[in-house]
């Protein structure tokens, strides 16, 4: 592979710095996505040597998602690599929440997924190289809504991504994590607080998992051995038995307003 050059979406928090982070220190120069550019800046700022770029846009928005696809079919500097780690929830469940809130979270979750994740797959696939991962939920397997609908969507697309990219040479992951310490949930404006503590992963361990997993040829990456044997009981379960172990475990709540 030529080009060692990365898109990471999402790149200014959470789960997308930590990836963002994990491919330098695995030789790979990132182009980071997101909306804001001095948090982007103070990203570039920490990360090892490299010829590290920030790209402003909000991929919850058209023109955003342009933007990426722009960056992705130059062939002046060629990407080889994609993470779509951007994501967004929402307070309130469906259909108690404004409207506008669930199509924005449709946009960002899915549609920019979908789009960026079909140009990449277009452009590696041409070259016969290059990796696409995708960020999921453990929440497709035991949530109801349309956060875990999307999410859901992410892995079943993802997978059959993944199958019709392999005799091209494209190696195509579906990340999984559990519930993660990030400024996710403060976002989303939900109360996690009520979280079993033993559940909660860093950002490092879910991004570590997700590049060994990928080098290591496989196709889902679920970080931590509790999950893996978490998502290996309940999918067996109906789903209001799934949801029933999700709110013994880990109760979840519209933040209160201060």
């Known amino acids: 592979m030529t080009s060692r050059r990365m898109v990471v979406t ?8 930590a990836l963002a982070v ?4 695995r030789g790979w120069d990132i182009v ?5 550019r001095d948090r982007l800046n103070s ?22 998602i342009d933007i990426v696809v722009a960056r992705l079919r130059d062939e002046a500097l060629p990407c080889a690599g994609i993470i779509n780690a951007a994501g967004m929830g929402t307070t309130y469940s469906y259909p108690f929440g404004p409207l506008d809130d669930e199509k924005l979270m449709l946009t960002l979750n899915v549609e920019a997924v979908l789009e960026l994740s079909h140009v990449a797959a277009e452009v590696f696939c041409l070259r016969g190289s290059g990796v696409i991962m995708n960020v999921s939920s453990t929440a497709t397997y035991w949530s109801a809504g349309t956060y875990a609908a999307s999410k859901a969507w992410v892995l079943a697309a993802t997978q059959g991504l993944a199958v019709q990219c392999k005799s091209h040479g494209v190696r195509v992951l579906t990340l999984i994590p559990g519930f ?3 400024e996710f949930h403060e976002q989303s404006g939900i109360d996690a607080s009520g979280v079993r503590p033993w559940m909660w992963l860093s ?13 290591l040829g496989r196709s889902v990456s679920i970080p931590g051995w509790r999950y893996r044997l978490l998502v290996g009981t309940v999918r067996h ?3 209001t038995g799934r949801s029933r ?3 013994w475990l880990a109760p979840l709540a519209p933040r209160a307003a201060e």
């Open 32 to 36: 980071l996505v997101g909306r804001d």
């Open 180 to 182: 993660t310490r990030t």
């Open 203 to 215: 950002t490092g361990e879910v991004a570590r998992a997700a590049f060994a997993d990928l080098e």
């Open 10 to 17: 999402g790149a200014s928090s959470g789960i997308g710095r």
């Open 245 to 247: 172990v999700l709110r």
């Open 237 to 239: 379960l109906p789903p």
């Open 22 to 25: 994990e491919g330098t220190l």
């Open 43 to 64: 990203v570039v700022s920490s990360l090892p040597p490299g010829d590290h770029e920030v790209l402003v846009a909000d991929l919850s928005h058209r023109e955003g």
